[in-house]
């Protein structure tokens, strides 16, 4: 019976930090984030062939968001709107924007000033923020983010 009640008190656990019932290993792998989406996790984010993509990532220490923003109007995650989408996400998760770090990898230099603005207006710092446009019709890049060590890698696309 203690055995029954320890586990449903971890179970309960798990669900009050507001993470998926099951195994926290798996929080730990990498998720994979797709154009135009956001995704969470506590270890490894990434995301692959941005062009004139952005991407975003609001690290709150322990655990951070990616967002793939698209750079015009036609998609929900854009970069007018990538900011707002992630402080929403971030508070469904019961996180204060105000305690996150951005971190910007910008794929058109007229969305940077566009998502500094919106990071403003929510009180949240730019750690670190970089332009980097396609060379040419055929340059992309891939994104992977880790909080829980700080790291930021962004590679040359590799498509599988």
């Given at each position: ?6 586990f ?5 656990l798990?669900?009050n930090?507001?993470?998926p019932?099951?195994?926290l ?14 995704g ?17 990532i ?27 989408e ?19 990898n ?38 992977r ?16």
């Open positions: 019976m203690k055995l029954m009640r320890g449903l008190l971890g179970l309960g798990v669900c930090l507001g993470l019932s099951g195994s290993n798996r929080y730990t792998e990498t998720v994979k984030v797709e154009w135009g989406k956001i969470y996790n506590i270890g490894p984010l990434e995301s692959k062939g941005f062009h004139h993509c952005s991407a975003v609001l690290d709150y220490g322990d655990s951070a968001f990616l967002a793939h923003a698209f750079p015009d109007f036609y998609h929900k995650v854009c970069s007018v709107t990538v900011v707002d992630l402080v929403r996400e971030s508070r469904k998760r019961g996180f204060s924007p105000e305690n996150a770090e951005a971190i910007l910008i794929g058109h230099k007229d969305d940077l000033e566009i998502i500094k603005r919106d990071l403003r207006k929510y009180g949240i710092r730019i750690r670190e923020a970089a332009i980097d446009e396609p060379r040419d019709i055929e340059s992309s890049r891939d994104i983010f880790d909080p829980s060590s700080d790291s930021t890698r962004v590679t040359p696309a590799k498509y599988d």
